[in-house]
DNA sequence: GCGCGCCATCGAACCGGTTCGATGACCGAG
DNA sequence: CTCGGTCATCGAACCGGTTCGATGGCGCGC
């Protein structure tokens, strides 16, 4: 069932079957046929292996995911799903590979052997150890997020300092003076992940400039979390009118506080922040928040991969995605005496 | 940086350092010295296209997934996280392919191009061509759930039928006497899912043995149909006391229907099913239902799947996992006059 | 001292494709 | 009729590993 046997069934040589088959160059319409039928008869498909090492490319992208121990957000679900289709609308395939932090057997194999032609990494921190390692392994990649001083690597990502921004200016507006960031957990933001500092800075830079009072907590990503920080912050800072969150899984905890506090949304308090689209209009009321493009970035990824693997030599390219905010009906002016 | 390279630094033929590197023939510990340095040295790991065309296994699972464009469920993204966590723990990659119906590009590519040493299917059908299409070409293969005459096939799954009988069960304990089922959607039940018409079947059936007044209604897979379907089952049978459910999508816009219509869980109504144990306890209460044991199927697929392909010719074999119920706090006695 | 056997290593073939240079048949122009 | 050029096809080399049979060197036993 190889290229061999095909050759040998319609009286060809291989070259000449591979030629049929690859159209690189021109075969008489008579021996196209013939290959044809015998190939249709057979069920014969090329041996990817053969081909890739041939070749010298394996048709495959490489995705670097979070082991499954942490559980993926709504986001970075959306991130895999749309890099997953946007290869195979290209006929490519997508190889997993989980890998936590800095050496990882499987993050090694897929950088060194060989097997794809090129690597998204996904939630990378600020210092990332592997964006390094895939540097000088001088194998295409294109990141989803962005470390700190990005170099030469090609990344794709959401501006979450700008987005929180706006949210703050959104807030002030509305006339509220007390705010509260929720953030991701602590160790993500000690091990240097991007958009939870990004956020902070951001929320830390527009309430000055606003002239808020800024309140911040790390919460972990889970909804136990979520109610126990929003109690805690009702506590702590009980003139807290509005909260902005980037912590998706913390949402259903804190919208058991909100209940059980008795704070109805938006009357009492407001919410918003960068949330997936899914979640945001799940959540009651509807949040108003800026929704992650998660779609359009694995696919936009898929693209500036395959434009960087086509032409190694190109400058490089990024994106800084910058939504607008999607006006739900989660926020409302501040009530006075509230 | 191929093998040749390495022999020639080394002083070495090349079959030497593939029987250093491998150990299936005794190398002399200063020439495995010798060329372990040289490996060091130049970071040399052998091309994965070379190695697969020559030893005839790909060292690499495929793993079909629905297409992102149907959202995963939370139970469905734990077998992902397994499946690929369990065939790292093997030193073995995994390759996706989003596969919806009967003709895909990506399938194709998977089951005929050699690509892969093994397949692991998941959300299959009731008659599914892709389980047909895997036996004819002879690639070992496991499916998450299984098909209707499963033959010759190996699957695991969760007897759906079986746990929510046993949910009825609880429920008429507690003195239920009209309780209804909120299924999946109702495209899923017309194309033959199998855990959506397993759990129709087990439902009737037991409310049947149990002299219960079974009513069943197909949801949607989101927030919004929940809510919709619930407050339908309110007005149709207001006397219905209790639900089991199988869609987890479904369960925020539940749990705001049950808040708007002021009843409390477990007072009021109880709420129980299958459902992923994270979303089970993210419930409030926490809900009394069957995990789906996700990691543990997922996990129990690459076993079998490896088994399988050490050695082809062995009896089909099969999981059906049957995990207890946890007891939290959604279900309590049926209120008279309730 | 000679032959035997073992140990380490080598060379060549093979896996199944792709690709390049060469070859032969055929056609039209001179 | 011959020569040049095109077109279709072929054969061989190559991609980078693995594996099998062969070989050379060495130590040991008799």
Redesign the interface.
């Known amino acids: 069932m190889n290229i061999g046997e095909i050759a040998r069934r319609a009286g060809v040589s291989r070259s000449t079957v591979s030629y049929a088959l690859s159209g690189k160059r021109p075969v008489s319409a008579a021996t196209v046929q013939r290959i044809n039928d015998v190939i249709a008869e057979l069920?014969y498909?090329?041996?990817?292996?053969?081909r890739?090492?041939a070749e010298g490319r394996?048709r495959?992208l490489g995705?670097v995911?979070p082991?499954?121990?942490r559980?993926?957000t709504d986001v970075q679900?959306?991130f895999?799903?749309?890099v997953?289709?946007a290869a195979?609308a290209h006929?490519l395939?997508?190889?997993?590979?989980?890998s936590g932090g800095d050496h990882d057997?499987?993050f090694?194999?897929?950088v060194?052997?060989?097997?794809v032609d090129g690597v998204i990494l996904m939630e990378i921190l600020l210092e990332d150890p592997r964006v390094e390692r895939l540097s000088q392994a001088s194998l295409p990649f294109v990141t989803i997020g962005h470390v700190e001083h990005p170099g030469a690597s090609w990344w794709v990502d959401v501006d979450y300092g700008a987005l929180i921004t706006r949210c703050v200016h959104h807030l002030a507006d509305l006339g509220h003076e007390e705010v509260v960031l929720i953030n991701r957990s602590a160790e993500l933001v000690a091990a240097g992940y991007g958009p939870a500092l990004r956020s902070a800075t951001g929320f830390l830079d527009a309430t000055a400039a606003r002239g808020l009072t800024a309140r911040t907590v790390c919460c972990a990503d889970?909804?136990?979390a979520g109610l126990a920080c929003f109690e805690q912050i009702r506590t702590q800072w009980p003139s807290v009118t509005a909260a902005v969150t980037i912590n998706e899984a913390a949402l259903?905890?804190v919208q058991?506080a909100l209940?059980r506090a008795g704070l109805e949304v938006p009357r009492d308090f407001s919410l918003t922040g960068v949330i997936a689209e899914?979640l945001a209009?799940?959540f009651?009321p509807p949040l108003t928040a800026a929704d992650v493009p998660a779609?359009e970035l694995g696919r936009l990824a898929v693209d500036l991969l395959l434009a960087q693997i086509a032409d190694a030599g190109a400058a490089p390219r990024h994106a800084l995605l910058e939504p607008p905010i999607s006006l739900r009906s989660s926020t409302g002016a501040r009530r006075r005496h509230g």
């Open positions: 069920g498909r090329p041996n990817a292996s053969a890739a090492l394996t495959t995705l995911v082991p499954a121990s559980r993926l679900l959306g895999v799903g749309s997953v289709d195979a006929d395939d997508v190889l997993l590979s989980p057997r499987s090694e194999r897929i060194t052997g060989r097997r889970e909804a136990a259903p905890g058991r209940h899914r209009e799940d009651h779609v």
